[in-house]
């Protein structure tokens, strides 16, 4: 039973180009949320998606969107790259009805030069 | 913004010791998880436990809650190298749809 999957492992970029991670949930998994880790930080809650729509939102701006598909998988975009966007993307997948108990993938590295 | 706080933010012990971290959050929460990370990449569910439990073991891993005093507590017995990494509290709020708040972690250095 493959665990949550990541898309690209690493990736650079320069400043004001656009990006596209994907992640694939745990089997049996509905919901999807990515989080943004930057270097010797916590992870920062961006957004969550369940039945293919935006169920909740951190405070990030709107460069930052993202999609659901009907087979679960996920996509965050990112336009108008910064410097600061630079960081550890991570994904992180679980059933909506059933505690929370979210099962991360490995993340995304993301460097913006 | 960051709801937990955890505290050392980096404790450095030889094995066979135990290891204690500590986590204080804000608001009232539904669960408070932990969480583990290897230089970097992903994180790993270590355990999660309820606003109305106060104590849960795994393992080796023992937690503590005191919803009074919004704030938990990580025990880890007889540390082994392979310990090594960061250790994250994450809360999940009452507030509609669940997402996690993580602190800033506490980075956990066991030598052989």
């Known amino acids: 039973d493959a665990g949550v999957t990541q898309s690209p492992t690493h990736l650079i970029k320069t400043r004001g180009q656009q990006v596209t991670l994907r992640c694939s949930p745990k089997s049996g998994h509905d919901t999807v949320s990515w989080y943004q880790q930057a270097l010797g930080q916590g992870p920062q809650f961006i957004f969550q998606y369940y039945e293919e729509e935006e169920r909740q939102r951190g405070n990030f701006p709107d460069r930052f969107s993202g999609h659901q598909f009907p087979n679960y998988s996920s996509e965050l975009n990112v336009n108008a790259l910064l410097l600061g966007d630079s960081a550890l993307y991570l994904c992180a997948s679980s059933v909506i009805h059933l505690g929370n108990e979210q099962y991360f993938g490995p993340g995304t590295r993301l460097t913006v030069t | 913004s960051q709801q937990g706080e955890e505290d050392p933010q980096a404790l450095s012990i030889q094995e066979g010791e135990n290891a204690t971290m500590n986590c204080s959050y804000k608001?009232?929460?539904?669960?408070l998880q932990w969480y583990r990370q290897n230089s970097g990449r992903g994180l790993v569910h270590l355990i999660l436990i309820r606003s109305n439990e106060r104590e849960k073991h795994s393992g080796r891993l023992r937690v503590t809650l005191d919803t009074s005093k919004k704030s938990s507590s990580l025990l880890i017995t007889a540390s082994r190298a392979a310990d090594t990494a960061s250790y994250f509290c994450?809360?999940?709020?009452?507030?509609?749809?669940?997402?996690?708040?993580f602190g800033k972690g506490t980075m956990l250095l066991v030598s052989p």
């Open positions: 608001t009232s929460i539904n669960n």
């Open positions: 994450a809360t999940d709020t009452p507030s509609g749809y669940s997402t996690l708040t």
